[in-house]
């Protein structure tokens, strides 16, 4: 694995990569105001049947932020980008964590060479309520120590959750610099603000199941980030596909990573026709 800079839309976008991209390749794409790091735990597996690429968005990891304040559609974008510019004529499978799911079902609805897309803990349309937005955008955007320390422990389950518990891991997330808590609100209080309202997500579905199905979402109902009983409509109404994993959190790749690979190893190698 090795990391590389390109331009794309007036950015310079860092990404992490094999030394060697087969025909084969999983786009990773993170979610809200996280980074490519998040897809170590995949580049970690050997004897695997695909390639990894994985981006930073704009205002995440080493990529810069020259727009300031990203939105759902820059991300789509700059994924459209990425996607023209590095893995031309490639077999894509895209896999995505929470918000990175947006930009892969707007390119999988029109680009033939997104073969399947797998949402880990995948924004989906819902119903949120005004609690449920006051809580989680406290999570997402936290302005003190412990509410970022809130909204850490809640990437997890209770199956899942003895690391962010232990006393030295709580302390470390507490002397946070104050810093840290103004900029991610200044970049990102636009972003969550989309997230919440939620047009744009159902929109960005309802255009893909127009068209196409090749997604499937791999939840936990122990997502306190995601409540799937306010997805649970859109799920019928589209048919989606799902599979869960409910000894996880929000942050399934934290625990879930070999199962996950094994998930999308097995689906290619069947996809492909290597078997």
Known sequence: MIRKFIELNNETISYLVDEELTNIVVLFLHGFGDEAQRALSLFKIKNRMYSIT?????????????????????????????????LKNKHIYVVTHSLGTAAALYNATFNEDIKFVFGVTPIMPRDESQESIKIRTKWMLPSTPEELYESQLNLFSEYDDTWIKTESVKQKILQTPPE?????????????????????????????????????????????????????KYINLYNINTYELNDSGHAMFYKNTDKIHKYINNFIIKKEGFY
Not at 55 to 83: A, K, L, R, W
Not at 195 to 220: P, V
């Open 180 to 232: 840290f808590y103004i900029e991610r609100k200044k970049r990102f209080t636009a972003l969550a603000n989309e997230i919440f309202e939620t047009s744009k997500i159902k929109k960005i579905y309802g255009d893909f199941y127009n068209k196409k199905s090749n997604f499937i979402a791999i939840i936990s109902r122990n997502d306190h980030y995601f409540d799937f009983s306010r997805a649970e």
């Open 54 to 86: 994985a981006p930073d968005m704009p205002g995440c990891g080493q990529s810069t932020n020259n727009i300031e304040t990203p939105t759902m559609q820059y991300y789509c974008e700059i994924v459209q980008e990425f996607i023209e510019k590095t």
